[in-house]
């Protein structure tokens, strides 16, 4: 089933591409989300009940948190926080 946009949904896409809108039922005040379509396939894999590892992500975190600076030889200093605490 497809259904047309209304003016205004067209208006808040065109002012938020590639971004979520929040779309309201007035009569039953439940919220939806209006999504572009390849946006909504590249997530689709989240709401599925597919099989999800963390691990698979360790990449693509190992990437973030270098682009934030967490590779930097002065952040060493937080391998070994604890060290200077007496050990039980």
Do not use: C, K
């Not at 591409?17 to 919220?31: K, N, S």
């Not at 992500?57 to 590779?71: F, I, N």
């Amino acid at each position: 089933m497809s259904l047309r946009l209304t003016d205004e949904m067209r208006e808040a896409l065109q002012r938020r591409v590639g971004y979520p809108i929040a779309v309201e039922d007035e009569q039953t005040q439940l919220q939806y989300v209006l999504l572009p379509l390849q946006l909504y396939q590249r997530l689709q894999s989240v709401f599925a009940d597919a099989e999800f590892d963390v691990n698979d992500a360790s990449a693509a975190q190992s990437r973030v948190a270098g682009m934030a600076g967490w590779d930097d030889p002065e952040m060493s200093i937080y391998d070994d926080y604890d060290a200077h605490r007496p050990q039980p």
